[in-house]
């Protein structure tokens, strides 16, 4: 067999082993926040490899004003470490518009996850995944780690067949899903009910949840690149 031809395939299982789920081809996938027909505020995702793993930067920053005044503001950064296809490692940090913070911490080690966050130090199932609705195979799990407060949700997930929307201008074809998932005794409200659409390629395209403490409003979270 050819030399080249070997190095290819070889490159390309690496290539897979790391990438569990689609990476956009720039690196990046950006949304913007919509509440009421107002962009309110920006979610971006950043895929990094560095040294064979892959790290996934995750930023969101929201703010509503009424009459020119800041009403609302919560912002959220974090960073997941990816190894073999396997998550591995995460840190993240959530501020919430009534001085609610949270400072999330979460590594592999000995076969368990050893996380921390608004319920303390957890010792979790090593393939729980965290709770980055990029990677679709977070809808495939049963329990997951919300990225946003470091707790456990059980979640139930309904695939709703495919359906037409609308991105940038562009009709693309997208397989809809609705996920529910539990409450948590500190949890200031319900969590909410998400509706979620992939592409064909799984890529994310928009999600979308009924904010059920300011008027009900959805807020739709779609890709603006």
Known sequence: MNKNI???IIATLLCLSVQSFPIPKNGEAKFDIVRKNRVIGTHDIFFLENNGDLIIETNIDVEV?????SAYTFSHQSKEIWRDGNFIKINGYSDFE???EYFIQ?????DFLYAS???GKLELDKNILPSNFWNIDVLKQKEIFDTQKGVVRT???ENLGYEEIKVNKENIKCNKFILNASSNPKDKSPFPEYTLWYDENNELMKFQFKDEGRGKKIITIIRSN
């Open 6 to 8: 070997v190095v290819f």
């Open 117 to 119: 966050g608004m319920d």
């Open 98 to 100: 009534d001085d609610r």
């Open 65 to 69: 004003k009424i009459l020119f005044v």
């Open 106 to 110: 979460g590594e592999v080690k000995d």
């Open 155 to 157: 979640i139930d997930v």
